[in-house]
T-cell receptor, first 111, second 114 residues
Framework: GQQLNQSPQSMFIQEGEDVSMNCTSSSIFNTWLWYKQDPGEGPVLLIALYKAGELTSNGRLTAQFGITRKDSFLNISASIPSDVGIYFCAGSNNAGNMLTFGGGTRLMVKP | DAGVTQSPTHLIKTRGQQVTLRCSPISGHKSVSWYQQVLGQGPQFIFQYYEKEERGRGNFPDRFSARQFPNYSSELNVNALLLGDSALYLC?????????????FGSGTRLTVV
């Protein structure tokens, strides 16, 4: 089963609001990744984090790699309707040959 | 440039049947990974292949098998299908076996077992 606990499971927000979601694990990961999945499509990589404590931005998205290497968060500022979708966190192990995904956060944005 | 292509896009099979799903990686990518995504959940790792060799296997029964061809394309086979095998099967390609950078996913094959 999945090892990553992602919260919240869903969010319904007003356009322009900021969003925060996080992911925790019982295991240490060497890499944390955040993906977005639209209906009928595969996940698309948003941000990759490689060092504990690292804070990385990609436009309106900001993500951090927790110091303990067991957690990560993703923030979206000034949400817009096209932010709608399911966001997944994923951790990569030492070998880097597999990704462990969280259960996803479904984001809905009201115009 | 073509991304990761998967075929077929949709498939309906009967319990007990066998199915083969296909994946063509991005040109130049030598690694292919397979994931199963049950409705409402995150993807779960099934296999990774690199240079035609299995480099990782997830917690799936032996009914699941895969292989990679000299042109780096890959097939996922599932035997004796169960209702619970109904899911979106995702293929991801990457240059090699690494820390997660460069995993590009295809749009998946939606398998329905009835």
């Amino acid at each position: 089963g999945q090892q990553l606990n992602q919260s919240p499971q869903s969010m319904f927000i007003q356009e322009g609001e900021d969003v925060s979601m996080n992911c925790t694990s019982s295991s240490i990961f060497n890499t944390w990744l955040w993906y977005k999945q639209d209906p009928g499509e595969g996940p698309v990589l948003l941000i990759a984090l490689y060092k504990a404590g690292e804070l990385t931005s990609n436009g309106r998205l900001t993500a951090q790699f927790g110091i303990t290497r067991k957690d990560s968060f993703l923030n979206i500022s000034a949400s817009i309707p096209s932010d709608v979708g399911i966001y997944f966190c994923a951790g990569s192990n030492n070998a880097g040959n597999m990704l462990t995904f969280g259960g996803g956060t479904r984001l809905m944005v009201k115009p | 440039d073509a991304g990761v292509t998967q075929s077929p896009t949709h498939l309906i099979k009967t319990r007990g049947q066998q199915v083969t799903l296909r994946c063509s990686p991005i040109s130049g990518h030598k690694s292919v990974s397979w994931y199963q995504q049950v409705l409402g959940q995150g993807p779960q790792f099934i296999f990774q292949y690199y240079e035609k060799e299995e480099r990782g296997r997830g917690n799936f029964p032996d009914r699941f098998s895969a292989r990679q061809f000299p042109n780096y394309s890959s097939e996922l086979n599932v035997n004796a299908l169960l209702l619970g095998d109904s899911a979106l099967y995702l293929c991801a390609s990457s240059l090699g076996v690494g820390s997660g950078l460069g995993y590009t996913f295809g749009s998946g094959t939606r398998l329905t077992v009835v």
